[in-house]
């Protein structure tokens, strides 16, 4: 789609909304090894993030949803504790963006969220503290005022 719209094939230009589509097919398909879906999720991921940098396109600039199904492909493809340390990862990146006060999206509840996810299903023995650490940061964050944070309640 991309190239269509270079060449001029077409007039549809691709925004996050077709890149993040993308990004979940790869997480959900079968047919594909896990390893070479994963590595065109993280493709998709650094080239979304480059053209927003590039451009300063809104339109291109990864969303929540952008990461957190980028988490959610490592969730399904990836062993239980790499998974864990490759949405750390994600977060950390967005954190970074972020905080790089250049339009990047913040990361909140729902991407620390899935990160606890991530964590949850890691047969690393230190996940369950990791899970718990993230949990009591939110809180902390909460209590401080940020509500973008805010803990879910049950």
Not at 128 to 141: D, P, S, V
Request: glycine share 6%; with cysteine; proline share 5%.
């Amino acid at each position: 789609m991309e190239n269509w719209y270079q060449q001029g094939k077409s007039s549809v230009k691709p925004n996050v909304v077709c890149y993040t589509t993308v990004i979940n097919a790869w997480a959900r398909g079968t047919s594909t090894p896990a390893k070479v879906a994963l590595n065109r999720v993280e493709q998709l991921l650094k080239h979304m993030e480059d053209l927003y940098g590039e451009t300063g396109d809104p339109n291109v600039r990864p969303n929540k949803i952008s990461y957190v199904s980028a988490m959610d492909a490592y969730g399904r493809k990836s062993k239980k504790a790499h998974a864990a340390i490759k949405a750390q990862a994600i977060v950390d990146r967005m954190m970074k963006l972020y905080a790089s006060n250049e339009g990047y999206v913040r990361p909140t509840r729902i991407v620390f969220n899935a990160l606890i996810n991530a964590y949850s299903k890691s047969d690393d023995p230190a996940a369950a503290a990791q899970a718990e650490k993230i949990f009591r940061w939110m809180e902390a964050q909460y209590r401080g005022g940020d509500d973008y944070v805010k803990p879910d309640e049950i």
